[in-house]
Structure formats: structure tokens, C-alpha cells
């Protein structure tokens, strides 16, 4: 293959059922805040791969819109939903653990964190959660 990879646009344009070309496209939207785009690429997504991370994907990606709405209700369902799809995706429980924090669960939230920190042993914001947490056990 020569020259410049496509586009994801023009990735798409080849290949509209191609579930993860779809996340991509989703995620794009999300950083750029159309919502009604992520969900509906992301659904999309969701109901065409069987696979498991790419179908997990699609959740976080929906949870992760209606959480930047402040549909925390909908935003936990899609998180818990990918949790269920994927048990280990760190993503998924990265969003449950803001989410159980900013209701006052710290408990919950640590050991959502953890899960992250078994995969990605230096993310700063579990280890920011846990090291606090560990922290105020001992002193307060």
C-alpha cells in the first residue's frame, strides 16, 4: 500500500458496516461533543460485531457521551453493561469509578480503580484514588 492510509471518513465510506471503523468514527465525536453522532455510530457498532472487546467499546463509548450530558443513570448502565460484555475492560471501570466517587461510594469506586490499576499500573488518576484512599485509612 502506498501513498496515505484513508481517512476514517473514507474508511467508512468503503465499509459502513465495519464495526470498529464505526468506534473510531464515534470516538472522533465524541472528543469533538456530537453526541447524537457517538450514540448513534456506537449503537450502530454495538449491533453488528459479535465481538466482545469491539462490542464493549461501543458501550464505554455511549456510557462515556451520556456521561459528558450528565445522563449519569444512562451512563452507569452502558458502563455496567460493558463490564458485563468484557469483564476487565479498564476503560468501562474507569468511568464506573468517577461515577461511584461523585456519588459518594469511595468503597466502590476503589475497587473499580483497581481493576484499572491490574492493567494499567500507572494510571495516574487510580493511583491518585488509591494512594488518598490507603492514605486516609491509616490517618484518619
Do not use: W
Not at 473514507?10 to 453526541?35: S, T
Not at 443513570?73 to 468517577?98: C, M, P, T
Amino acid at each position: 500500500m502506498t501513498g496515505k492510509p484513508p481517512s476514517s471518513l473514507q474508511a467508512f465510506e468503503k465499509n459502513p458496516k465495519n464495526a470498529a471503523i464505526l468506534n473510531h468514527l464515534a470516538n472522533h465525536f465524541l472528543i469533538v461533543g456530537d453526541y447524537d453522532k457517538v450514540l448513534q455510530l456506537a449503537d450502530a457498532s454495538f449491533k453488528l460485531n459479535g465481538s466482545a472487546p469491539v462490542r464493549a467499546e461501543a458501550c464505554v463509548l455511549i456510557a462515556r457521551a451520556y456521561h459528558a450530558q450528565h445522563a449519569f443513570d444512562k451512563a452507569e448502565e452502558f458502563y455496567k453493561f460493558a463490564i458485563y460484555v468484557e469483564k476487565d475492560y479498564a476503560l468501562a471501570h474507569h468511568g464506573l469509578a468517577q461515577l461511584r466517587l461523585m456519588g459518594g461510594k469511595t468503597k466502590e469506586a476503589l475497587v473499580h480503580f483497581e481493576t484499572v490499576l491490574a492493567a494499567y499500573p500507572e494510571n495516574l488518576t487510580a493511583l491518585k484514588a488509591v494512594s488518598v484512599s490507603s492514605s486516609c485509612e491509616l490517618y484518619c
